[in-house]
């Protein structure tokens, strides 16, 4: 039953990332028909919209590391879930991290969807955080790449959380005073 329930996720979460990837490229790559002032228009809705998918994922990842006695259990099916969501709504930041405009509304979209846990004080510091995992881990980023463009399985999006369990623990422990 858990190989079902492997297989029914992953296969869930490749077409969710699909899905984000399409719509990033709709926006950087507008149609023969749109200007480029109509893609400009859209960006940041791209942005808030990837920073609220990051902010719901960190604050499922965070409740679920306080449950886990502020521990961040890369074996954990749900973890494994919020962690491939958190970099498939992270994937513009590999690319715009220098873009003050784009940081700052992916950073609102965070602000708005994680209910609190990011907020005007720290969310500098927390794109910051997730700026820095998705730059140090392009290997990571690759691999899963690689995995979505072939069959993709369960265990090579676990490999993914347990290689980005680092990062997530020091932004989650960033939180432990909520």
């Given amino acids: 039953m858990k190989k079902v329930i492997f297989a029914v996720a992953a296969a869930m979460l490749m077409t969710g990332c699909g899905m984000m990837k399409r719509t990033t490229v709709s926006v950087d790559q507008p149609a023969n028909n749109t200007t480029a002032t109509t893609a400009t228009t859209a960006a940041p809705a791209t942005a808030a919209s990837a920073g609220q998918g990051a902010g719901t994922a ?8 306080k449950a886990d006695g502020n521990k961040y259990d890369y074996k954990n099916m749900q973890n494994i879930l919020n962690t491939v969501s ?38 500098e510091s927390v794109t910051g955080g997730l700026v820095d995992m998705i730059k ?30 680092g990062a997530l623990s020091t932004i989650l422990g960033a939180f432990s005073g909520k």
């Fill in 58 to 65: 960190l604050l499922n990842l965070y409740n679920q590391y």
């Fill in 86 to 123: 958190l970099i498939a709504n992270c994937e513009g930041l590999k690319s715009n991290y220098k873009d003050k405009t784009y940081l700052k509304d992916f950073g609102k979209g965070m602000i708005a969807s994680s209910l609190g846990l990011v907020t005007q004080d720290n969310v």
């Fill in 136 to 165: 140090s881990n392009e290997k990571v980023q690759e691999t899963k790449t690689a995995a979505q463009n072939t069959a993709g399985t369960a265990a090579s999006y676990a490999s993914t959380a347990a290689q980005y369990a």
